[in-house]
């Protein structure tokens, strides 16, 4: 089953990627940069307070009555008629 998942992901993906042609024109050249100093940021966060627990919970089930086919009366349905 995770096969079927993982191939019904990727496929798309490859055909995207496959439907693009990148040829690269010019070579990249970067910048020349002189650094000093500098400072990184700071955050302060305060993050939400939350409590996982559990607990017992009843749920009423509905009683289901299932009639097979072979209770059935009658001609039975073939598709061939």
């Known amino acids: 089953m995770k096969r079927i998942i993982t191939a019904a992901l990727i496929a798309p993906l490859a055909i995207g990627l496959a439907a693009c042609d990148v040829d690269q024109t010019k070579e990249a050249e970067l910048p020349e940069v002189d ?3 500098g400072q990184v ?3 302060d966060v305060e993050t939400a ?3 996982v627990g559990t607990k017992k919970t009843e749920i009423e089930v509905p ?4 009639k097979m086919p072979g209770d059935a009366k009658g001609t039975p349905v073939t598709g061939n008629e």
Not at 63 to 66: K, N
């Open 35 to 37: 650094v000093k100093g």
């Open 49 to 51: 307070d939350v409590d």
């Open 63 to 66: 009683d289901v009555d299932v």
């Open 41 to 43: 940021p700071e955050f």
